[in-house]
């Protein structure tokens, strides 16, 4: 997979999402269910080495990159994750503005709580993965 | 910061090296960088609880990772854009450099039987940190007022999941169910 490739989905998965294992649903759809990039057991690697790791949580997706595409992959994945945040500066502007009214703030409130819903399912899925994993290793 | 209490001003160093510090000492999450964080600039008197609520709530509404928005904002709020990007720089490099190298590590040894199955395990153990991030995240709406549009909106989540809708779809349908039957109150009570 290119590194191109690596920054455009995961700014995807990140951009789409708002906590730093809110990308995991997407990640898992594109780099392991759908292009193969990566498999499903080194995306729970990832997951491990991005949780074990002081800093953001969602720096796993650096893993996520190298497993993907090298050095090139995890550079791609950095930058893919600080991309999202720069749009924190025009929201401090028009959070005054605008999220006050209700039907803005019931959309967010909508999204976070889908974001949970999504968590779940992906969390399911990798302790089945760890569960297999331990399983085949007796 | 209200007029009487003018911010301390920082410089660009001091506030890149805060944030080296804070962000990148915590395990556990963005959260506890955050208090890490408003609990310096406070001190310093840079920034104050009101100054501090605001950019949480814009973290909470950036897309991406809640602490590298915060970082991103709180840059702003104090140094502008070179504020911003060195914050973030700050929060994330170092963080990614540690993650890129164990990564490289973990490739080449992860074969290796005993490896194999402390990694099946230390697996297992992320897979609750999953599960608590995603509880953290739907805690605020488990209250009454907002019960039983929250249980409409995850159980709508839920059957768009079941029936093979990929994540983004079911968050943008999601943003837009919300906003249809929404205009009530919110997480934080407003």
Known sequence: MSA??????????????????GSLPQIQHDFVETRHAISGEELS??????????????????AVGYMAAGWRGAV??????????????????LIRRWLHLPRVRAAVDAVVIAS?????????RMGVDAWRQVSTVF | MTVEQQPVPISLARLTWIIVRDVNRTLGGGLAAMELLRRTFIRNRSMD???????????????????????????WSLRRWP?????????????????????????????IPAVRMLLAVGVLA??????????????PYVRS????????????????????????????????????????????GE
């Not at chain 1, 991309?83 to 500066?89: F, G, Q, V």
């Not at chain 2, 504020?83 to 074969?111: F, M, N, R, Y």
């Not at chain 2, 989540?157 to 169910?177: E, H, K, N, Y």
Request: proline content about 4%.
């Open chain 1, 4 to 21: 191109i490739a690596v920054y455009l989905l995961l700014l995807k998965a990140i951009g789409t999402s708002f906590a730093g294992m």
């Open chain 1, 76 to 93: 791609a994945a950095w930058l893919a994750m600080m991309t999202p945040a720069l749009a924190a500066i025009p929201l401090l502007v």
């Open chain 2, 126 to 139: 992320a897979t609750f940190l999953v599960l608590s991030s995603a509880v953290s995240l739907l805690r």
């Open chain 1, 45 to 62: 690697q990832a997951v491990l080495v991005g949780r074990s790791t002081p800093g953001p949580v969602g720096a796993y997706v650096v």
């Open chain 2, 83 to 111: 504020g911003a990007l060195a914050s973030l720089l700050a929060a994330s490099l170092p963080g990614s450099l540690i993650v890129g190298g164990l990564t490289v590590a973990l490739v080449s040894v992860h074969e």
């Open chain 2, 49 to 75: 609880e009101f100054d501090n609520a605001g950019l949480v709530a814009v973290s909470r509404l950036t897309p991406g990772t809640n602490v590298l928005a915060y970082c991103a904002a709180l840059g």
């Open chain 1, 116 to 124: 949970g819903v999504l968590l779940v399912e992906s969390g399911i």
């Open chain 2, 145 to 188: 007022a907002v019960l039983v549009r929250a249980s409409v909106i995850a159980a709508v989540a839920v059957g768009l999941m079941l029936a093979g809708v990929t994540p983004v779809r079911i968050l943008l349908l999601s943003a837009a169910l919300g906003a249809a039957i929404g205009a009530g109150t919110g997480a934080n």
